[in-house]
């Protein structure tokens, strides 16, 4: 069973801007880059708004996610209400657990050792968190809701919070496309879940905690994306009208992104993954000029968006190693930006080499062991 599927120049390359902006925001919240030799290219305020939202990067990853599991179904199996759902898990847990396992030892290990960045360290007036529960609570995915009781505990294990919400969608995906069978009806449950999400953060917007992470704060951004696989594949998108729709959607993504989530929590997060969800329309059938294909730029953003998983999983662990070194906020002014190049450089050297020898031949090994052959269409290359 091979996992050699044809790329997506579209998603890849969407997948790649949006890891880039957690990465920036994990790094400007270790190191401001506001004081740092960038203001010389750019204001203080400009600086901010490029790397504070890197959270908007994340809800992008929930539309693309939803999108692809969507699409990925209707093709393996031949409809929504067709997929198996032993399989269906089984494509899930062979992507995800092999690198969420190295990644939670290698931070259960250097949290045993001292290393600051990885410890469970209660913040005054929440409780303290032992590191088995903290484990336990990412591998059944309700790290959000143990955020939630306990704040932010372990600095490299906070951004687990977005697995758990994605994993919890994706454990009910199957159930209902099983369950209500009729397309109409899967889509309306997804449109609920579209209609949920302001109303659940306008009840929570002074809790980044809550209007963040919850599951209902983030399972419209995944809904957007799945109702797009679903619309794309029944109606012919073209012409002059789609076309400026499509560049009306980057407009649209970019000026929410740059405005900040602060002031916004409502229906900024709404509206990146309605703006992401119809550039995703554009990713079905898609002819890519040769200048566009040919471009080293774009082809290393391509790179780190089929390398998102493992970029995700692993900068934070490079990150916090960073920060034992140089601990937050004593970065000398005059080596923010070197050092910036550094961090991305060891992250994608680190996601490549984990997806290359570690993660992509365990995927193949634990589906070719668990799943019997049959025939199934290529899928789009997503996270499982």
């Known amino acids: 069973m091979t996992l050699h599927v044809d790329r997506n120049f579209r998603i890849d390359l969407l997948r790649g801007i949006s890891i880039c902006l957690v990465l920036l925001l994990h790094y400007q919240l270790s190191y401001s880059l506001t004081d740092s030799p960038l203001r010389y290219l ?21 539309a693309i996610s939803g999108y692809l599991i969507t699409a990925t179904t209707i093709q393996r199996y031949g409809g929504l209400a067709q997929v198996d759902i032993a399989r269906f898990y089984v494509f899930r847990m062979a992507r ?73 969608f994706y454990l009910l995906f199957p159930l209902l496309c099983f369950g209500l069978k009729r397309e109409w009806a899967i889509a309306a449950v997804w449109v609920v879940a579209i209609a949920a999400g302001p109303i659940y953060r306008s009840f929570h917007t002074a809790d980044e905690i809550y209007f963040m992470y919850g599951y209902a704060a983030c399972f419209d951004a995944v809904a957007f994306g799945c109702l797009a696989a679903l619309f794309a594949g029944k109606v012919r998108l073209r012409g002059w009208l789609w076309r ?13 992104y740059l405005r900040g989530i602060d002031g916004h929590e409502i229906f900024g997060f709404s509206l990146i993954a309605a703006g992401t969800s119809v550039l995703l329309l554009g990713a079905r059938n898609e002819k890519v000029p040769a200048w566009l294909q040919g471009s080293r730029l774009l082809a290393a953003i ?10 995700y999983l692993f900068h934070i662990v490079i990150l916090g190693l960073m920060r034992s070194v140089v601990p937050k906020g004593a970065m000398p002014y005059a080596w923010k930006l070197p050092v910036l190049a550094l961090f991305l450089l060891a992250s994608a050297l680190a996601a490549g080499l984990i997806a ?7 995927n193949a090994w634990l589906r070719q062991a668990l799943l019997r052959p049959r025939p199934a269409a290529a899928s789009l290359g997503q996270r499982g």
Do not use: D
């Open 244 to 256: 400026l729709a499509q560049v009306a959607a980057a407009c649209l993504v970019a000026s929410i």
């Open 356 to 362: 290359r020898f570690y993660s992509e031949p365990v």
């Open 42 to 62: 750019l204001s203080k305020e400009a600086i901010r708004a490029l790397t504070l939202n890197g959270n908007y990067g994340v809800t992008m990853f929930f």
């Open 96 to 168: 995800i657990f092999p690198c969420l396992l190295a990644a939670l030892a290698i931070i259960a290990i250097l949290g045993l050792l001292g290393q600051p960045a990885f410890m469970n360290v209660a913040k005054p007036g929440w409780p303290a968190v032992g590191m088995p529960l903290a484990v336990l609570s990412v591998l059944t995915f309700w790290h959000n809701v143990l955020m939630q009781h306990a704040w932010y505990f372990n600095y490299a294990m906070n951004i687990y919070w977005s697995l758990s919400v994605e994993e919890v």
């Open 302 to 311: 391509r790179w780190l968006g089929r390398h998102s998983y493992e970029l």
